[in-house]
């Protein structure tokens, strides 16, 4: 159909990937931390959807809105960090998204 982009969805979370924006800048793969997408020829591949845990890095750092995720609940690293630190106000860090 003219003008509407074809979208990967899934059932297991709210990740979308329209593969016709992709400009493979290879950004996604390389925060997410999941492995959820791997570089391809000319796009990138959403590999595993399913291992998505809605971080939000790979929407944060796609530059033309290839991908689109709600990441409501927050990212999931850095929760983990924060129980395992004992504080409420930990970030993941530059290297995932920056939550
Ligand atoms: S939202 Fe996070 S876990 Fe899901 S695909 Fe994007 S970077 Fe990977
Ligand atoms: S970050 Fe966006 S444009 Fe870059 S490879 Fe991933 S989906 Fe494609």
Known sequence: MVGVDKTDENEVNT??????RCVN???CS???PHGVFRAGEKKAVLDEPER????GACQMNCPVGAVLVNSGVGCAA???KAALTGSKEVTCGPECCGR
Do not use: D, K, S, T
């Not at 990740?15 to 016709?20: D, E, T, V």
């Not at 998505?52 to 971080?55: V, W």
């Open 15 to 20: 990740l979308r990937y329209i593969p016709g």
């Open 25 to 27: 800048c290879g950004r």
């Open 30 to 32: 390389e925060v997410c």
């Open 52 to 55: 998505c845990m809605e971080c």
């Open 78 to 80: 850095a929760m983990i």
